[in-house]
């Protein structure tokens, strides 16, 4: 093979399924033989996940990686975007932090040195594999920001890939959606976009069909698949956008009750994912205080910006009903930002996440947090010993501070070369910054076994393995979007593109 054959997958917006549709296809290609990597130029994401060499990238390049069956490397995305608050973000560059910037600053600072990383990042994988299966970002319809944009059209230019369009027919409008992006795009973009792909249809698909003729006479594109809506996948979400269709609310049917506390800039909400899986829980994102109720466990997640996160606890009353379910009992979890705040004090001395200096924490720990510049990239294995129970663990760190104790702790995981982590005496207030904790299973058994007993409950042995059901969800996805697109006419656009046939002027 000469070179990579490159397929690139645009949405009508974010949160179209992009994501999903090339996970799957990254999967599809890997089955029939092609060593594939996914590619996207810049991801803005809360949700990140670190490579073999403590690398930082997003989370859904490393899933898609891992559908492939390769390991992820910061050249699937050269370029991360995480929002720190106050119209600022992050720039993370193949994996390191690079510096903070607002987006006007970026835009016109960035643009040449980050479109230099891209081209460098993508010819690297195009020398490494067989198929390449690039992601774009949002719309590439968004006229006021083309000029300078570095994830959609002008990616596709540079792979001389072709493009597939995917709209979402779940949120309505899929139709306009979909010709209106086609009718925005510049005439030479428009010629790279081989089909689209209608994605989440629930019902009855002959009911479609005379749109869908329609859509092919009306735009001369033609429609290369319908995708289901495919339901309980255990795939992680890259958007915070998802949590909106979480429930805030109890569900009764369910033995254990689960809250996660949903501040403005939660990061690594995939932690939990596991609990989804679990038939006696019931997991729910709350972001105001008189949604808490009382559950079995709540859990603090990651925070992109730590001060002002804990600021939000004090001033919405979260904090005043955490510290009194914790008088009551209830066991608290606090995960990387979340355990920063379970300390007594989070201080940004040198602003590095936000302009507010200090804020109190919840004081469930005796620790005082610093933010500092250096950034934990790392994963890390370790051991966790409960009376005459030991639990392998592994997982992941990303956070910018360290933590001191002022008094002795019990720490939670015993690693070959420090200890991390706190588990109070009772077992009631746990912290750590082991992002991933709950997916080993071993242990997500014993401490969901542990709320059970303490609510009079029959333990429940030998629960689901969560690496198996993602496993399976990676091949029940392939499965079904293999059954619904047109793979062979994607295989051969694919195919006339890398030798020229359908190639495109570059703009």
């Given at each position: 093979m000469d070179k990579a054959m490159p397929i690139m997958i645009q949405g009508t917006h974010s949160d179209a399924g992009k994501s999903a549709v090339v996970t799957a296809l990254c999967r599809i290609f890997a089955q029939d033989g092609f060593k594939t990597a996914p590619f996207k130029s810049?991801?803005?994401?809360?949700?990140?996940?670190?490579?073999?060499?403590?690398?930082?990238?997003?989370?859904?390049?490393?899933?898609?990686?891992?559908?492939?069956?390769?390991?992820?490397?910061?050249?699937?995305?050269?370029?991360?975007?995480?929002?720190?608050?106050?119209?600022?973000?992050?720039?993370?560059?193949?994996?390191?932090?690079?510096q903070n910037m607002k987006?006007?600053?970026?835009?016109?600072?960035?643009?040449?040195?980050?479109?230099?990383?891209?081209?460098d990042s993508y010819e690297k994988l195009v020398q490494g594999y067989e198929c390449v299966v690039i992601e774009g970002a949002g719309s590439p319809a968004e006229i006021n920001l083309n000029d300078r944009e570095l994830v959609n059209m002008r990616v596709a230019r540079l792979a001389d890939a072709p493009v597939i369009l995917v709209g979402d027919i779940e949120k309505g409008g899929v139709f306009a959606s979909l010709v209106g992006t086609l009718q925005l795009l510049e005439p030479e973009d428009r010629k790279r976009v081989i089909g689209v792909v209608i994605n989440k249809f629930r019902g009855d698909v002959s009911l479609l069909e005379p749109g869908l003729k329609w859509f092919e006479e009306y735009t001369g594109v033609p429609v290369l698949g319908v995708i289901p809506f495919i339901d309980h996948l255990t795939i992680e979400a890259e958007d915070s956008v998802v949590l909106g269709s979480y429930s805030t609310k109890t569900d009764t049917s369910k033995d254990l009750d689960i809250a996660v506390i949903r501040y403005p800039l939660i990061s690594n909400f995939t932690d939990v994912d596991p609990f989804f899986e679990e038939p006696d829980c019931h997991v729910r994102f709350v972001s105001r205080a008189e949604e808490i109720g009382t559950p079995d466990l709540i859990i603090l997640p990651g925070s992109k910006n730590t001060v002002e996160d804990a600021l939000f606890l004090h001033n919405s009353g979260l904090a005043n009903r955490l510290l009194s379910l914790s008088e009551k009992k209830t066991m608290i979890v606090g995960i990387c930002g979340g355990f920063q705040m379970l300390g007594k004090e989070i201080e940004d001395v040198l602003g590095v996440e936000s302009?507010?200096?200090?804020?109190?924490?919840?004081?469930?720990?005796?620790?005082?947090?610093?933010?500092?510049?250096?950034?934990?990239?790392?994963?890390?294995?370790?051991v966790i010993t409960i009376q005459d129970n030991t639990f392998p663990v592994s997982g992941y760190e990303i956070h910018m501070g360290e933590s001191h104790f002022e008094s002795g702790c019990d720490h939670l995981i015993e690693l070959d070369d420090r200890v991390e982590g706190v588990w109070s005496e009772d077992r009631l207030i746990m912290g750590t910054y082991f992002h991933g904790i709950f997916h080993n299973d071993e242990f997500r058994e014993f401490l969901l076994n542990e709320l059970r007993v303490k609510k009079g409950l029959d333990p429940i042995i030998e629960r689901v393995s969560f690496a198996k059901?993602?496993?399976e969800s990676f091949d029940r996805l392939a499965d079904v979007v293999r059954e619904h697109i047109q793979l062979d006419a994607i295989y051969?656009?694919?195919?006339?593109?890398?030798?020229?046939?359908?190639?495109?002027?570059?703009?």
């Open positions: 810049q991801n803005m994401s809360l949700n990140s996940y670190i490579t073999f060499d403590g690398k930082e990238i997003g989370r859904a390049q490393g899933v898609q990686a891992e559908a492939a069956g390769i390991i992820a490397t910061t050249d699937m995305n050269p370029i991360l975007i995480k929002p720190t608050g106050n119209y600022e973000s992050q720039i993370v560059v193949h994996g390191v932090p690079y987006a006007g600053e970026y835009r016109q600072d960035f643009f040449l040195q980050g479109l230099k990383l891209i081209q302009p507010i200096k200090q804020a109190p924490g919840l004081g469930f720990i005796p620790m005082n947090t610093t933010i500092t510049v250096n950034k934990t990239t790392i994963r890390s294995e370790g059901k993602r496993e051969q656009k694919m195919k006339e593109f890398q030798k020229g046939a359908c190639h495109v002027k570059d703009m």
